[in-house]
């Protein structure tokens, strides 16, 4: 991530956060190699200070700073300390660290023998670990984690604490001395961050299942067609719509195109079957009984 990509992150999840000095250069890529990064390591400064940001710029003259990437003051704002390595982890351990990359449960620390600043972003968390940091800071803690692992698409599996680390006897970040926070707790609540910040695909409405087509009722041809003696395609169509109805029964041989019997019977037992009755019901197809034969 660059200086921009990282701020452009800080904005998109919502992260409060101001510049100081020339951070954005501001690193100790000359004096070590910086990257690729596989995570992100949460401290605590050991203060209380109201203002740590000189302390994490500068470091102490047996630690040089940049002490570490951000630094996240008591009200929740993340202050831009440096871009690039700088002195926060330490070296820790190689077994810790591929749990890192692969976001597996973090194994217990035993050795020191990997360059941490090289692979981890770093914040230094303005409280002394003695006491909870505030819910501010815990709050933007979440936020800051997020939107890291989003841009490099990490899960929380890529956070840790420098306790986990493996420099002997950390236990930052603490929640009283000597204890260090439930760092699988912390985890968890950075998941629920991450998730909560993608930005969702907007589900498509499902369009309205398509009524089935209604066939088209044919026109009716003409009650001529339908006469002793005639013999044409309709008569075929309208005994074949008959067996279709249910009026098969009538049927001895299926239905042709010779009007017969059998198509008069199918037709005014049809017609009966609409209510009709008298010469409504004669057996004779008009257009009311083709209409309703074919719908
Ligand atoms: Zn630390």
Redesign the pocket.
């Known amino acids: 991530m660059t200086a921009e990509q990282i701020k452009a992150q800080l904005t998109k999840f919502g992260v409060p956060f101001q510049e100081y000095k020339d951070w954005a250069t501001h690193n100790r890529n000359h004096k070590g190699p910086w990257g690729p990064v596989h995570g992100f ?1 949460v ?2 400064t050991g203060s209380d200070a109201k203002d740590q940001r000189e302390m994490l710029y500068a470091g102490f003259s047996d630690l040089p700073g940049p002490l570490s990437q951000f630094g996240l003051a008591q009200d929740g704002t993340v202050h831009l300390i440096g871009w690039g390595r700088a002195n ?2 330490g070296s820790g351990d190689p077994d810790v660290l591929e749990a890192v990359k692969a976001e597996t449960d973090i194994p217990t620390d035993n050795e020191s023998t990997v360059d941490g600043n090289r692979h981890f972003y ?1 914040v ?1 968390i303005w409280y002394s670990g003695t006491h909870k940091m505030s819910g501010a800071q815990y709050a933007t803690l979440r936020l800051l984690a997020a939107a890291i692992c989003d841009f490099h698409d990490w899960t929380e599996g890529s956070v840790i604490g ?1 306790g986990e680390w493996g ?1 002997p006897g ?1 236990w ?1 970040p603490g929640i009283k001395a000597g204890t260090m926070m439930d760092m699988d707790a912390v985890r968890a609540d950075i998941k629920a961050t991450i998730s909560a910040g993608k930005p969702t695909t907007p589900t498509k409405p499902k369009p309205e299942p398509k009524p089935e087509p209604k066939p088209a009722v044919p026109p009716f041809p003409g009650a001529g067609y339908f006469r002793p003696g005639a013999r044409n395609s309709y008569v075929t169509q309208l005994g074949q719509q008959l067996i279709k109805r249910g009026y098969g029964r009538f049927y001895s041989v299926g239905a042709g195109p010779t009007w017969t019997n059998s198509d008069r019977q199918a037709v005014r037992a049809f017609q009966v079957a609409q209510g009709w009755s008298g010469s409504g019901a004669d057996g004779y197809p008009g257009p009311e009984t083709w209409r309703r034969l074919f719908s």
């Open positions: 390591m401290h605590h926060h982890a770093g230094e420098h420099s950390k930052d």
